[in-house]
């Protein structure tokens, strides 16, 4: 575990977000270093597979995903009229495999856009990614170092990373104030206080918390909370698991005791995170387990109607066990990679079209619209939601918990873990056989290195 101002991926989070700070050197405009290609330049096609990562940029017309990347597809192609660029977005819940049958068929994309220590890291260490530290050569030093490390395979850069977002809880304020709850100003509960405050929130028409275990996606946020009575996810050096000790076990049987009573919405076992926010957005769930993306996709959301109007947003650090600290868990560490290329220039540009998306002034435009953290040190931004900064403050002072997402076999064990989750949520196993089960196969994945 590492603190938010310490080493690491530790130091990701307020130093680029505080609130109305300058940041490093000036952003570059669109196309700078670029310069237009001669009208006998050799033809270049790329293809560029865009994880569901953001929207709704700033300055672009972005409602759905995939919108940005099309449209700097487009001011590209515009500064080399000899390159097409043909961009698909492709859901994370489906990219995993979509890429990996095209890598097995030796046809995947030139350019990939995914999370980087849970799936672009395989194939860097599988040998198809190029290296990238021409993209960043010239300008290295607003390159948060802590992110480059994300990126980096056997001491070689392959892919390059645009942020991270934090964990938070959100609580629909309109619920609560309806049923005389008043809501914590240091923005903390204990288990007990939440549990008391859902127990007057929750009705015939109102979910009090909604858990998720349909697959592996936003599986952080299922972790965090059986972090909540203390439990160590693992060893520091990722040899032993230990999420199975007795804070893990009652952690995970406090949450089916919340199931037990009729706080949280059914389905645990076949609902995904996109489930999850869905009852919230109607105003159906009073308290949502995300990540910070949740700010702008409310904001969005209110102004084009997918929101319904009565939900208010109050942010929430982790709920935890009274006399445990805090500590949250990060993800959302995508970033782009370029597949292995036998034409030296439909190489070189791939490598000037990652340079293209990854300028400052892009960066910060996506972290931004998602709350996120900045990779590089120009790419600052103001937070203006009153409610987002209050919570970012308070998130800094935390922890984070190292998950190992780093290790080669994370992928595989991030599979283990759901279906026991399903398995606690439908009865068919203790919250203790549940999580040894997970830890024995965790561990036996640790032994093989």
Known sequence: MKKLVNKGVA????????????????PKPAGAG??????????????????????DIEGYDSKNYGDWEKAKAKEFQKLHPNVTIQVESVPFTEIEQKVNVA???NNPPDILYDNIPIR????????????????????????????LQM????????????????QVMF????????????????????????????????????????????????????VSNLLAAGAQWANKEMTEYTINGPAGVEALSFMLSLQDEGLVAPGTATMDISGNFELFKQGKLAILNHTSPVFGDLEAG???GAVDPSVEVYGMIPVVKEGVTPRITVTGENGYAIFKQTDEEKKKTAIEFVKFLTQSDNIKAINKATYGISARKSATYEITNKDAAQVFELLNRLEIVDLGKNK???????????????????????PKQALDDFVKNANELAAKK
């Open 103 to 105: 890598v097995a068929g």
């Open 11 to 26: 130091v990701l989070i307020m130093a680029s977000l505080a609130a109305g700070c300058a940041g490093g050197s000036e």
């Open 34 to 55: 670029a310069e237009t290609t001669a009208g006998n330049a050799k033809p270049v096609k790329l293809t560029v597979w865009a994880g569901t990562g953001f929207k």
């Open 171 to 222: 609580l629909n304020k309109t619920i609560f104030d309806k049923h005389g709850v008043t809501l914590p100003q240091d923005r903390s509960w204990t288990w007990n206080e939440m549990k008391d405050a859902l127990k007057k929130a929750a009705d015939k028409n109102i979910y009090g918390i909604a858990y998720f275990a349909k697959n592996e996606q936003a599986d952080q946020v299922m």
């Open 151 to 166: 990126g980096t395979i056997n001491g070689k850069l392959y892919a390059l990373p645009l942020g991270s977002v934090p």
């Open 408 to 430: 080669a076999y994370f992928s595989t064990l991030r599979q283990k873990f759901y279906p026991e989750m399903q398995a606690a949520f439908l009865k068919t196993k203790t």
């Open 120 to 147: 672009i890291s395989k194939h860097a260490r599988n040998g198809v990614l190029e290296e990238l530290e021409a993209v960043v050569s010239a300008d290295k030093a607003d390159w948060k170092e802590a992110f």
């Open 302 to 304: 209110k102004k084009n």
